[in-house]
């Protein structure tokens, strides 16, 4: 059989299976594994694959129709123009998530050092985009999952920033558990857990079954993580630093108003692509 040929049945499976742009992800996939882009795959369609491609082809195929990423499959995922290690285990960065990098950025003196701290780190993502885009920032990232760490660990020696980012284990509840140090940051930054126990159930199924809780699960209204940081920022801020955060749809309301209560200004709130308050950026005055 040819590509062209193992691209429409697989297709066909994947459609089967529920999963939205069948076509473009069995070509994510058939590149990936001929190691080609997705255009030269395209214009080479009449060749066959070996039995060796047409058996690792079928099988990443077999994994994507029981709903796994396809970013576990492939174990990459581009954020902000870099190229990411993820396994299973560890959440895959979004692109609304680049962003709060973006916001961040725009704020930021790149000839400044920034200090930032990157709570709930997961594959490094942000923390990783701040050394990228800017060449003076030094960090440190903290999440709860060794897994993880390990991960963003593997991208930081990967990426070359192992220098200039620290990561260390710990409990967003419990920062002062961990040997974080005290008034040193100018930006403390977080895509929180924030998803609300109710909403939780109806993800899709990529997300539900195969990515972790832990890095999803906000509670029963979505906002224990930001009511730990709003309590915590503080501590670790140094005068007028600036705590930055992703949204949960429909929580700027109340995330504002447990920053302003905690002596944070109003600040900013900023849209996405769709048009929901994504992001919020305060300072503490
Ligand atoms: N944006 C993610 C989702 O809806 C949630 C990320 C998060 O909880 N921080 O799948």
């Keep these: 059989m040819t590509r062209t040929e193992h691209l429409e049945r697989a297709a066909a499976w994947l459609s089967f299976n529920g999963i939205e742009a069948p076509r473009r992800e069995v070509e994510e996939l058939l590149a990936w594994i001929l190691g080609v882009s997705r255009l030269t795959l395209l214009a080479h ?77 997961g594959s490094g993502a942000i923390a990783l985009a701040l050394c990228h885009r800017l060449p003076r920032a030094v960090g440190v990232a903290v999440d709860v999952s060794r897994e993880a760490l390990a991960v963003a660990a593997q991208n930081a020696i990967q990426l070359d920033f192992a220098e200039r980012l620290r990561l260390l284990f710990g409990d967003l509840r419990a920062l002062e558990a ?80 447990l920053f302003v209560q905690a002596g944070f200004t109003s600040g900013t709130l900023i849209a996405d692509f769709a048009g929901i308050q994504r992001l919020y950026i305060t300072r503490r005055p």
């Design 45 to 121: 369609g009449e060749e066959p694959l070996t039995s060796a491609q047409g058996a690792r082809f079928w099988e990443a195929v077999d994994r994507r129709a029981h709903r796994e990423p396809l970013q576990y499959i492939t174990g990459e995922v581009s954020f902000c123009g870099l190229r990411l290690a993820v396994t299973p285990g560890v959440f895959i960065p979004r692109p609304e998530t680049e962003l709060l990098v973006e916001a961040i950025v725009d704020q930021s003196d790149p000839q400044a050092t920034l200090h930032f701290l990157d709570l709930g780190t």
């Design 178 to 257: 961990t040997a974080l140090p005290l008034s040193s940051f100018d930006v403390i930054v977080s895509n929180p857990p924030y998803v609300p126990q109710e909403e939780y159930v109806r993800l899709a199924p990529e997300v539900a079954r195969w990515e972790p809780r832990t890095a999803l699960d906000g509670g029963v209204d979505g906002l224990w993580a930001y009511r730990a940081i709003a309590r915590q920022a503080p501590l670790f801020l140094k005068p007028d630093g600036r705590v930055a955060v992703e949204l949960g749809a429909g929580e700027a309301e109340p995330v504002q108003a």
